[in-house]
């Protein structure tokens, strides 16, 4: 098993971008880019948190636990617009993507990196 599996906010994150991605596959084509936009920050989150459990360094780590982080927010606005275009309702995903952002600021936290 790799240590990304073991993470909880690993697993939350790999559920929320499976759900995401068959939802986004549905839009119409019209809103490919979007579509492109969404897959590529919900992914982008559970793909950061992977490589930063991977690292030996305090440091290495809390970076891609940042990135994860950073892509939970580009994720937030993402769901807005959609649910503005009346794609998806953001409602749906928003405090599991709330709970992976607080856990992600415990794990960096807890590597004392932060100011």
């Not at 549905?26 to 948190?49: C, H, M």
């Not at 994720?75 to 409602?91: P, R, S, T, V």
Request: with cysteine; hydrophobic share 40%; proline share 3%.
């Amino acid at each position: 098993m790799f240590q990304s599996q073991n993470l909880t906010v690993y697993n939350r994150s790999l559920k929320l971008s499976i759900e995401l991605c068959r939802v986004a596959v549905k839009f119409p084509y019209r809103f490919k880019r979007l579509q492109d936009q969404l897959i590529g920050a919900v992914t982008s989150i559970t793909l950061n948190i992977a490589e930063g459990s991977g690292r030996f360094a305090p440091k290495e780590k809390c970076h891609f636990y940042r990135i994860a982080q950073a892509s939970a927010y580009e994720l937030i606005a993402i769901l807005e617009i959609c649910e503005g275009l009346e794609l998806l309702k953001k409602d749906d995903w928003f405090v599991e993507i709330e709970e992976i952002c607080k856990m992600l600021s415990g794990l960096i936290k807890s590597k004392k990196l932060t100011p």
